[in-house]
């Protein structure tokens, strides 16, 4: 059974800085992996999805890897701003599946102005 | 291009009552799938509706049923509510007839029952 964990639940950083979200899964037979920012008590926004075939993908600030062997990505923030505070969640859709989607707990990060 | 929607964006129900809930997909998608959401927690995945049809689904109960309409609109239909069942429900689309394609959510309905 695919299981996705996210590390670590609640982050704080002042503006400006640089950060890392970490996200793992027990199953490396995935379709692809997707990235959500979740702003509280709203939907989701997509912001980065990786093929399998892939081992990154970038979108203005924002990069994020793909280790399927190791069962792991990693969101890579860069020069954080206030507005980037919210639930950041990651997903995977499991090979051969029709795409539904396992997502992790997501990580809820907070930037100081 | 209006984005997925839907439709109630809160709701207030008792126990034992029934609930119906209402998505429309993304233009030019034709796939939709349910999803909850319980506080804290990552959605958590119902079913999904493709063709018409309910393609996969999820570890809920029967309680939980969908439909999908021509248009490619979709309800979900909630019997014999619980108090579990308050939560935050979210629809996605996507096109081609596939779910591994960028999947769009809406803004979701929250449902609470007393």
């Known amino acids: 059974k695919q299981e996705v964990t996210q590390i670590p639940a609640a982050l704080s950083v002042p503006e400006g800085e640089n950060l890392v979200l970490n996200c793992s899964f027990t199953d490396s037979a995935i379709y692809n992996l997707q990235w959500f920012r979740q702003d509280p008590g709203k939907g989701l926004t997509s912001l980065l999805l990786i093929q399998s075939s892939q081992r990154e993908q970038t979108s203005g600030r924002l990069n994020a890897s793909l280790d399927k062997s190791s069962g792991r990505s990693t969101l890579y923030i860069a020069a954080s701003q206030p507005g980037d505070s919210a639930t950041y969640l990651c997903?995977?859709?499991?090979?051969?599946?029709?795409?539904?989607?396992?997502f992790g707990k997501g990580t809820k990060l907070s930037v100081k102005p | 291009d209006a984005g997925v929607t839907q439709s109630p964006t809160h709701l207030i129900k008792t126990r034992g009552q029934q609930v119906t809930l209402r998505c429309s997909p993304k233009?030019?998608?034709?796939?939709v799938s349910w999803y909850q959401q319980a506080l804290g927690q990552g959605p958590q995945f119902i079913f999904q509706y493709y063709e018409e049809e309910e393609r996969q689904r999820g570890n809920f109960p029967d309680r939980f049923s969908g439909h999908q309409f021509p248009n490619y609109s979709s309800e979900l239909n909630v019997n014999a509510l619980l108090l579990g069942d308050s939560a935050l429900y979210l629809c996605a689309s996507s096109p081609l007839g596939t779910g591994v394609e960028t999947q769009y959510f809406g803004p979701g309905t929250r449902l609470l029952v007393l």
């Open positions: 233009s030019g998608h034709d796939t």
């Open positions: 997903a995977v859709v499991h090979g051969g599946s029709q795409g539904n989607l396992i």
